[in-house]
């Protein structure tokens, strides 16, 4: 009937290219996972602390009732990010690197994060080159070595919207309590995250 079937070996050799091509994919996010790691986790001390760092970090060391006050408190622009940096300094301390270090480590955290909803959203490709611009962003790169809260308000927000896009597809409650719970996370980090939600609530 003139319809060619595809042989043995010709699937065999598509499936081994696209098998090549994942793991070159992968090996490539995993580079962009290490650039950013590296530009992120390195010289947390290269500069003092500046006021307004010093400033949070005074306010960290208060009691831990006090610090917890703030969840009720008007005015608290982040008080998530006060509560979890004055556990945080009980055990490592209060040096450049160690009040730091929360930040790089939530900053790390966002590439892999907005690869991923890169790619739910439009495709791997997609994922790879925002996760890589991530990575090398200068801003972040910035943001993501200070001791203040702006670090996780970025991985919040990115989660909070991979949780939205992924509820809206599937409809599902789980998806749509981890929706609510990371962002009530990202609401109590910073105030201005309302933001965030309004963008999704019209991309919805």
Not at 42 to 67: G, M
């Amino acid at each position: 009937d003139g319809v060619r079937t595809p042989t043995a070996a010709r699937i065999s050799s598509e499936i081994n290219i696209r098998s090549y091509a994942w793991t070159v994919h992968y090996a490539v996010l995993t580079a962009i996972m290490l650039v950013g790691a590296y530009l992120r986790l390195t010289a947390l001390n290269r500069q003092s602390l500046w006021f307004d760092e010093i400033d949070v970090v005074i306010r960290a060391q208060r009691p831990l009732t006090q610090v917890m006050h703030t969840f009720v408190q008007q005015g608290e622009n982040g008080p998530l990010y006060d509560i979890l940096l004055a556990l945080w300094i009980r055990v490592a301390g209060i040096s450049e690197i160690a009040v730091r270090f929360p930040s790089a480590v939530a900053g790390v955290l966002a590439i892999p994060v907005l690869y991923l909803l890169g790619r739910r959203v439009a495709g791997p490709t997609v994922g790879l080159i925002a996760s890589g611009l991530l990575a090398i962003s200068p801003y972040h790169v910035w943001y993501s070595q200070e001791a203040k809260m702006y670090a996780m308000v970025v991985l919040l927000a990115l989660a909070s919207t991979y949780a939205f896009v992924a509820a809206l597809e599937t409809n599902r409650r789980v998806r749509w309590l981890a929706y609510v719970v990371v962002t009530s996370l990202m609401f109590y980090t910073h105030v201005a995250t309302v933001l965030v939600f309004a963008a999704q609530s019209l991309y919805a």
